[in-house]
């Protein structure tokens, strides 16, 4: 994860030990890993909005992204779902540097996950951060474009 590097991840390994089965120690170094690589590569791409470096970053912390959400749909250990899960409510959070910005391309990827889903409670928790992600994503268009402002209606 060098700044300076612009070689294509190998996801291959990460991917194999987060979909591993039975699910050990393994899998949530494996989700660990991708989570430290995506808000690294996130923060990047953020600061270098608009430079040579943006669309590389932006576009190796998707593919970064799609190894839980692939997994999602891979695994049915309950606790392993619930740290993915986990991983995109601190990418929702907006606590991590260049989250925030980030809100609109998570919106679709969470959304995603309710097809994945049957459990009830983990469910309610993909539609909570569904609708935060998009909360967020409409703020930060509006901080971005002021043009995207719509005024509220009159109230009568």
Known sequence: MSPSSTEEFNLKALRDDLERTPVDRRNYDALNALAIGYFELNHRATTQRGGPRYLGDSFRS????????????LISDAALRDAVLDFFEDATSGEKLGSTA???????????????????????????????????????????????????????
């Open 62 to 73: 998707a593919k970064l992204l799609a190894v839980p959400w692939r997994a999602y749909g």
């Open 102 to 156: 980030t809100a609109s391309r998570l919106l679709d990827v969470v959304a995603s996950l309710e097809r994945k889903e049957q459990d009830p409670a983990r469910l309610e928790r993909i539609r909570s951060l569904t609708q935060r992600l998009s909360e967020t994503s409409a703020n930060s268009d509006q901080k971005r474009d002021p043009r995207a402002r719509r005024s509220a209606p009159a109230v009568q």
